[in-house]
């Protein structure tokens, strides 16, 4: 036997992923928006196609960027990306996809975004096509166009690069961006234990899906017995024996395999695609073949899972188990390119879960006169201080309380303000940031002198 020489062997150098950990206010978005048009300007002048990416926390911020980079950079194109139930900016009442309802949830259980806009081999589009329709669709308009510079929401990480953004060279990711990568919290993703065993055939040597029924049936099984909470794999594991992540990934498989018995062309009509939604929505293969895949992760790992979690309910009609799935995703390999994270914050263990090569830069400015209070024991909004038309009394009245709150704190503060002033009769100025909304609140009720 020759030995290899792995010299020879290439090896895929190791993308850079370089984070910048600030300090707030110090202008990191301003500066990011001129490295990309300096590197938008150098790509242009080697007439290179690629294009620099930006992925923010909202929509809303991308709008807002979108403008700046056109009021200080004229000479470049920025776009954002908006996906098929954002409203269209072209098109007031219409969203970007004018079926996204029927299409988001058809995409949920198991299809193909692609697949339903456009088949061009097949001369299949779907009727708002841009390729076919007199009044196109925004999302299929957008596919079309290109840019300097895309602004696109952190979702989109985890998911392949859309169309329009052919070669990204350069990636963004603005403020944190991993809360984005989890699956299963909001809204739940479940389904019931008994879809396990419903419509499967078992016990047959010639058809493989009858090799997934009597898989099926052994979890269930075991599943059926397990107590509410996290489900303890280790009995399961022994159950399906040795080779039981070889038998979850062949579960997958199978799983996955059954979405052929869908058949969907873009250029169906409503009712036919209700039809399929209703059969895949029956199917449940998407969460199906996520359980599989969690499965055998949980089995490696041993022990008490926690992406796998049994909640028994009672109602009218009865008992009713259910699997929920908790997971999170990975960064698509689509936007495997030179990375600049921003954040003040930085979680760098959590972000090396996703970039484990990341290098993170440290700029610091401190502020002496400032004072910084951060609340970790409560989620704060600011519904918990607006009046609103369909709350109950007892609402109102918690929320006129909290406004007195806020009143009271505002004193407090400038009463600090006043006592700490070394020059007498220096002006007291204190800058209070909210929302619009909460704003003309606090005008009608009125801010203390």
Request: one cysteine or more; charged letters at 25%; hydrophobic letters at 35%.
């Amino acid at each position: 036997m020759t030995e290899m020489d792995l010299s020879t062997v290439p090896v895929k150098p190791i993308t850079p992923v370089i984070g910048i950990n600030s300090s707030t206010g110090v202008g990191k978005s301003r500066e990011m928006l001129h490295i990309i048009a300096t590197y938008s300007r150098s790509l242009r002048a080697q007439d290179n196609k690629g294009t620099a990416v930006v992925f923010l926390p909202t929509h809303k911020l991308g709008g807002e960027l979108v403008e700046k980079f056109n009021a200080e950079y004229p000479d470049l194109t920025p776009r954002q990306f908006l996906g098929i139930t954002q409203e269209d900016p072209n098109q007031p009442g219409e969203n970007m996809c004018h079926r996204d309802k029927l299409v988001t949830d058809l995409c949920k259980d198991g299809a193909s975004l692609k697949e339903l806009c456009a088949k061009p081999r097949k001369g299949q589009f779907c009727p708002h096509h841009v390729d076919v329709a007199d009044k196109p669709c925004g999302y299929s308009l957008q596919s079309e166009q290109s840019a300097d510079v895309w602004f696109l929401p952190q979702q989109k990480l985890f998911r392949a690069a859309p169309r329009c953004v052919r070669s990204p060279a350069l990636i963004f990711i603005d403020e944190s961006f991993w809360q984005s990568s989890l699956e299963g919290f909001n809204p739940p993703y479940r389904f019931k234990l008994e879809t396990l065993i419903n419509g499967r055939g078992t016990n047959s040597r010639f058809n493989p899906l009858c090799e997934l029924g009597d898989t099926s049936l052994t979890v269930y099984d075991q599943l059926i017995r397990e107590p509410d909470g996290l489900i303890n794999v280790d009995e399961l594991h022994a159950k399906l024996g040795t080779y039981a992540i070889e038998i979850c990934r062949e579960a997958y498989r199978l799983e996955m395999s059954r979405l052929k018995k869908v058949r969907l062309r873009p250029d169906m009509s409503k009712q036919f695609l209700n039809t399929e939604l209703d059969k895949l929505k029956g199917m449940a293969v998407m969460r199906l073949a996520k359980f599989w895949l969690l499965l055998k992760l949980a089995i490696a790992k041993g022990g008490m899972s926690p992406y796998l979690v049994k909640r028994t309910v009672q109602d009218n009609e009865g008992t009713t188990s259910w699997i929920y799935l908790y997971s999170k995703q990975l960064i698509h390999k689509s936007w495997d390119k030179p990375t600049v994270l921003l954040d003040a914050t930085m979680p760098e263990e959590i972000n090396r879960v996703f970039y484990p090569q990341l290098f993170v830069e440290q700029f610091q400015c401190p502020m002496c006169h400032t004072t910084i209070t951060q609340i970790l024991d409560k989620t704060l909004s600011k519904a918990m201080m607006l009046p609103g038309e369909t709350a109950t009394k007892r609402k109102q009245a918690e929320r006129k309380r909290n406004i007195e709150r806020l009143l009271s704190l505002l004193k407090v503060l400038i009463s600090r303000i006043k006592s700490s002033v070394i020059i007498e009769g220096a002006p007291i100025k204190l800058l209070l940031i909210t929302s619009k909304a909460l704003e003309s609140v606090l005008a009608q009720v009125g801010l203390p002198e």
